[in-house]
């Protein structure tokens, strides 16, 4: 089975940094993406890891250690617009994307 | 370049109605899903098709059937419908495997009274 945890809900302020954390139990993991929406819309891709370790892109940043099953996206200098719903996934080889519940960001001025 | 395409974008049944969600991908992925989203649960997958041809169970599959009809869609429909299917419904398409990005569209809002 697959199972994947993450906060419900994190706040912060514009121009802080947020870590938010995802631990994972799944038979045969193969990487762990991470997809940003807003207000409802249509979920967007942010990243993937595959592999042990740190992958930047912009202001975002996404980590993995598959020894402690977990991962984290960082996401740092916050602006308004970075309020949303961020979901990590991962799966199994062969299946589809099995996401976490969702963890709601909050930023305020 | 549309992306994924779903209709329609807002939809309301009685229970026990039958109706079909359209999505047509215009990337040509191979890979195409169904998720249902309600609030708390996160997205839940309800069918996949991994190539053209297959398809394949995910998480919540009891009241649905899908039809990967060509490369470019892949329909779900639900045969009587019940209050608990008053979901948001997201298709998603990629090119294949799990690291392939999704993308998704804009979904359908589906109301069951």
């Known amino acids: 089975g697959q199972s994947l945890e993450q906060p419900s809900e994190v706040t912060a302020v514009e121009g802080a940094i947020v870590q938010i954390n995802c631990t994972y139990q799944t038979s045969g993991f193969y990487g762990l993406s991470w997809y940003q929406q807003h207000d409802g819309g249509a979920p967007t891709f942010l990243s993937y890891?595959?592999?042990?370790g740190l992958e930047e892109t912009g202001r975002f940043s996404s980590f993995l250690s598959r020894s402690d099953s977990y991962g984290y996206l960082l996401l740092q200098e916050l602006q308004m617009k970075d309020s949303a719903s961020y979901f990590c996934?991962?799966?199994?080889?062969?299946?589809?994307?099995?996401f976490g519940k969702g963890t709601t960001l909050s930023v305020s001025s | 370049n549309a992306g994924v395409t779903q209709t329609p974008k807002f939809q309301v049944l009685k229970t026990g109605q039958s109706m079909t969600l359209q999505c047509a991908q215009d990337?040509?992925?191979?890979?195409m899903y169904w998720y249902r989203q309600d609030p708390g649960m996160g997205l839940r997958l309800i069918y996949y098709?991994?190539?053209?041809?297959?398809?394949d169970k995910g998480e919540v599959p009891n009241g649905y059937n899908v039809s990967r009809l060509n490369k470019r869609e892949f329909s779900l429909r639900l045969e009587s419908a019940a209050p608990s299917q008053t979901s948001v419904y997201f298709c998603?398409?990629?090119?294949?495997?799990?690291?392939?990005?999704?993308?998704f569209g804009n979904g359908t809002r589906l109301t069951v009274t």
């Open positions: 098709s991994a190539s053209e041809g297959t398809t």
């Open positions: 996934g991962s799966g199994q080889a062969g299946t589809a994307l099995i």
């Open positions: 998603a398409s990629s090119e294949s495997g799990l690291n392939s990005p999704l993308h």
């Open positions: 990337m040509n992925h191979n890979s």
């Open positions: 890891n595959a592999l042990d």
